[in-house]
């Protein structure tokens, strides 16, 4: 039992041990985690302070060159001090040295002993002399016999107490014991016991007693100029730090008095641009801040006086262009009346007259498509268009749109066909469905209308937030400018090429606008030569926000000789039926606009089928 027993403590014991040490570890990486964090934040901080405040920059570097500064010239005193110290107290201790040496060589050359403790107590009393009559009293001696000496009157050493000669440097005797007449110096680190070390510094030379000659050191204690530099220095530093204060303290308020009105007419300029067009600065003084103030707020006024001008001019605008289109609408109904009666009967007329029938129907047409999107267009900037909205399948829209711009196709010899990879063919949105038919309407006869006969796409996909169509065309194209201004409104990308289908250069403003009202997006896309693509992206569910489109832009890829791709086979659109061919996303497309959205990813994929209605 008792085996068994000292079996399980010892397994259990390194078990323990091992487990302590895990939750150190553990423990200990915590706080590493938990201090790099907090570094991480600090330096955020400040280096955030650092790039959005001018008086935090200012205040830093000054300090920052004010400290170099001080500590340059703080420095370069102390050294000055220190040095002019250290001068001073050694050429004193060369000439009490060079006294002291000549004394006790004139006593040592009038002595007159005979036997060896005689000699001892003689040096002992002769040297005693060099500890009195120092500056400070605080000089020590040491003599030492140079060695290769035998005489039997010599005495191997003399020192005043606490110092042997480990303390003397190796150099200095040398130099020592290879000059008779010479007198050198240096300086030491001087053992103090518990104490520690004081600065010292030595000065040797020899002497000779009974033919016999010694090394002679007197070392001399410089604590005392220590203790003087040191609180020279302490003071030096304090004046530093109290001048880099009064220097930061200075530095703050002028940089506040300067900075203050700057960020003051900052956060004015940001609400003025926020459309709060009555604030102003406050005037304080007559300095220059105070008409810097006085002009920036004569400029806030004329702008906010141009602003109200504009914003007066643009309401009348609109309010004229609104009660213009409502007035025309009764004559123009009845100029159409008429000119539908002409047109009914202009088989009657002569050749000139039949003609003429016909240009004033189809102009009346046109001019009645005009007047309504004026009308749109007005109800927008009054802010009073709204939205029907309903669940319905967006091909359903699609097919729609691609039966109305099927005589257009078919007179311009034009292939239009679908492509998408949605199970079923079948995408339910919530949407208005009149203006999303106007979108596609429009974006289908503009294609067909550029395509220049060659085929035209509509690529179609969703995933679960969005639904997105894209009307390609391989035609003319357009450049990065047109792209840029083809949804400014009565903007045509040529206003000189005929037109077959009309238009007043208002179907795209209205379909974005369409977009906006179901935050939805609407992108174009154009390269001369190899055609354009227009891409609307709408939440499948009303209120979700959009984060990207589930169809690339262009869907594929952007070549110009896709048109033709086998993948995508042209179907036979002349009829007006709608196809559904290919798959989305086996193209291989570039995502060029929205790099965040794949087809390959959606939820709904399934096999495409030649559907044909």
Known sequence: MNKVKSADDSLTRPSTAASAVVVGQKVFLTAGRAVRRTARRFRDGWSMRWRTSLQFRTVATTLLIASVAVVGVGGYLAGQISSGLFKERLVQAQHESARGTTQVQENFANASLSDQPRVSTYVVDTLKLLEVGGADDNRKYLMVKIPGQNSKLAVSSSDSGGVTAAIIPDELRKAVQNSTDGQFWQSIALPTGSAGVHPAVVVGSQVDLLNTRYELYMIYDLNSAQVTLNYIQSVLWLAGGILLVLIGVIVWYVTRTVVSPVSQAAAVSEKLAAGELEERMVVTGEDEMARLATSFNKM??????????LATLSDMQQRFVSDVSHELRTPLTTVRMAAEVLYDAREDFGPINKRSSELLFHQVERFELLLADLLEISRFDAGVADLDVESLDIFSVIHSAIDGAAPVAEANSTVVSVVTRLRNKKCVVEMDSRRIDRILRNLVFNAVEHSEGK?????????????????RDYGIGMSADSVEHVFDRFWRADSARARTTGGSGLGLSIAMEDAKLHNGWLDAWGVPGEGSCFRLTLPRHRGTVLEHSPVPLPPDGGKAGEASSPATGSLLMNTGAMGV???LGALKPTLAHDPGSTSGNNPESGSTDRVEQ
């Open 455 to 471: 085929p035209v796409k509509i690529f179609v996909s969703a995933d679960e937030n969005a639904v997105a169509v894209a009307v």
């Open 581 to 583: 061919v290919g798959a």
């Open 300 to 309: 806030a006024t004329s702008l906010q006086d141009q602003i109200m001008a």
